[in-house]
Nanobody, 111 residues
């Protein structure tokens, strides 16, 4: 069965960095686009970054230049490197492949 497991969330100070991971299993990972979303309390879930099966990437305007999405097909894993984190980026971060979602990992940006 398809499984997506996120990890790497933590508490970090403003301006800090984190790297999130999303490990997939149960399907041919390398053929699929992967997306990172986030949802802050009281807000709608938003798309943060995407990486196509061929490696092309897209980012929300709010994170361009600070976040980097990458993938390692040999490990069926997608990463989200987040730099210069802001207070308002406190949220649950979720990866998605087609209609499948992981359980999320919490990122808290706090001074």
């Amino acid at each position: 069965q398809v499984q997506l497991v996120e990890s790497g969330g933590d508490v970090v100070q403003p301006g800090g960095s984190l790297r999130l991971s999303c490990e997939a299993s149960g399907f041919a990972f390398r053929f699929f686009d992967v997306h990172w979303h986030r949802q802050a309390p009281g807000k709608q879930r938003e798309l943060v970054a995407s990486i196509a099966s061929g490696g092309a990437t897209n980012y929300a305007d709010s994170v361009k230049g600070r976040f980097t999405i990458s993938r390692d097909n040999s490990k069926s894993t997608v990463y989200l490197q987040m730099n210069s984190l802001k207070l308002e980026e406190t949220a649950g971060y979720y990866c998605r492949i087609t209609a499948y979602w992981g359980q999320g990992t919490q990122v808290t940006v706090s001074s």
